[in-house]
């Protein structure tokens, strides 16, 4: 899994005004939301104190709201930039699964490189429930990462090669890998199927000879290939095996 995000060291917080949305990267802060926090010190020097970091922190909450033209586009809680009047299928997906819209340019060319949709939970704050991200900042989203209700990574989409369309699929349970999916020929459908149990990879699928039919097993003990099932007759069952060397 591809780990992109805008973690860093939390220093403190302050509530911004209802709907407003400010990033800024250079000087280190993000508001987002609601009744959301201004995080600080994300690429922070490490060596600065925390009595320094609240005085910060302080000062941001109660600037920001004032001077945030200074730092970059606000958006409101549909993804809709009252600055560049953004109407996009990004919004327009926001709003047709009731989702609150934040995008983000890491790179300050003045495009969105990240677009992360939320719902709101308890106490109204905002739950991430799926990230878009431009990998190769060519306006065309390259990962999409869907979340569950406990902030889990469920699914997540892949352009291996920034053709446009999605290689790879990969499904998780309770945060763990359990099944990726590989589209080889842009059919649509997975020529390649990886099962995995607790992170090792157990039994993958294949369909070799593209007629949407897996003809091949590959079954791994304890990481390890070990043995080969193929269907040569094309019954949907494996007749011939070949077993690893010992």
């Keep these: 899994m591809i780990d992109v995000g ?13 709907d407003w949305f400010l990033m800024d990267e250079r000087t280190s802060y993000l508001c987002v939301g609601d009744k959301a926090s ?7 020097p490490r060596i600065m104190n925390v009595s320094v970091r609240l005085f910060v922190g302080v000062v941001c909450g109660l600037l920001v709201p004032l001077a945030a033209g200074c730092a970059g586009p606000i958006y409101n809680s549909d993804g809709m930039s ?6 996009d299928e990004h919004a327009a997906f926001a709003r047709s699964h009731h989702l609150i819209l934040r995008r983000f340019d ?3 060319d003045k495009k969105t490189d990240v677009f992360k949709y939320y719902t709101r939970g308890e106490r109204d704050l905002l739950v991430l429930a799926r990230k878009e991200v431009d990998l190769n900042h060519d306006n065309t989203v390259d990962l999409v990462r869907e979340y569950d209700d406990h902030q889990n990574v469920s699914k997540e989409t892949v352009d291996l090669d920034f053709d446009g369309r999605m290689d790879e699929a990969s499904f998780y349970k309770d945060g763990a890998l359990v099944r990726k999916e590989v589209d080889l020929n842009m059919d649509g459908r997975p020529e390649v199927t990886k099962y995995y149990l607790k992170t090792q990879l157990k039994r993958v699928e ?3 000879d593209g007629d949407g039919k897996v003809d091949t097993w590959e079954f791994f003990e304890e990481g390890q290939l070990d043995r080969i099932g193929v269907d040569s007759d094309r019954d949907g069952q494996p007749d011939k095996w070949e077993r690893k060397k010992k």
């Excluded at 805008?6 to 209802?18: F, K, Q, R, Y």
């Excluded at 009252?82 to 109407?87: A, C, G, P, S």
């Design 82 to 87: 009252e600055e560049l009047n953004i109407n």
């Design 206 to 208: 294949s369909d070799r």
């Design 6 to 18: 805008d973690d860093g060291e939390v220093a403190s917080t302050a509530l911004l005004p209802h």
């Design 106 to 108: 890491l790179n300050r």
């Design 38 to 44: 201004l995080t600080l010190g994300v690429y922070a």
